[in-house]
């Protein structure tokens, strides 16, 4: 019987020790999150010229009747991000990305880009979903971010722009005029 209870106390001396000799403990970076830390983002609708959930501001590139639907999903040190248009213009290149505002009536409500690192303008800090249309005005894009939304900054909306993101130079980031906004909602 004595030998057992010295199993149980080895083995907490031995992972004792173990801890002291790691040295302080530094924060664990984009360690895998529990289920509750999960944040789901999503919307989707055909866009409308008054409905501010799913607008169109430019109907030449956001026919009547076209529609998108997008998916945000944060979890264990990665966001993933999938969109799916269809009705726009075909045969055509077109930018998105989250933003940092929920759609509004004017094309500029939306704010700037959503940025994990505030201040850096590429594809890492950015979620940028550039697609080409097919010969019907369908488009599918997907983006993965090596980091978790921050539950106290969630982008607002994804904007469609009238170009593809501008990839290098002194207009990196950009991608014409705001053609259409889906206001997110967290799920």
């Known amino acids: ?19 002291a000799c790691a ?7 984009n360690a895998k999150t529990a289920p509750d830390d999960t944040i789901n983002l999503s919307a989707a ?12 501001y430019d109907r030449k ?8 639907s997008v998916t945000v999903e944060s979890s264990g040190g990665e966001t993933r991000t999938s969109l799916t248009v269809e009705g726009l213009r075909p045969d055509r290149a077109y930018g998105a990305h989250l933003h940092t505002k929920p759609c509004g009536t004017k094309p500029d409500d939306s704010g700037p880009h ?8 590429d594809p890492v800090s950015e ?9 019907e005005g369908k488009g599918t894009s997907s983006s993965r971010n090596a980091w978790n ?15 593809a993101t501008v990839k290098s130079g002194p207009k990196v980031g950009t991608a014409g005029d705001r053609v259409a906004c889906l206001t997110l909602e967290q799920d």
């Open 127 to 135: 979620v940028w979903l550039d697609f080409t249309t097919d010969s």
């Open 149 to 163: 939304l921050d539950a106290g900054k969630l982008p607002g909306s994804l904007v469609i722009h009238s170009k």
């Open 114 to 121: 959503y940025q994990h690192q505030p201040g850096k303008i």
């Open 1 to 19: 019987m004595g030998g057992l209870m010295r199993v149980p106390a080895f083995l907490l001396i031995l992972a004792a020790s173990a801890t």
């Open 23 to 29: 040295g302080p403990s530094a924060p664990v970076q």
């Open 45 to 56: 609708g055909e866009f409308t010229t008054d409905d501010t959930a799913a607008i169109a």
């Open 61 to 68: 590139l956001a026919p009547e009747g076209a529609q998108a």
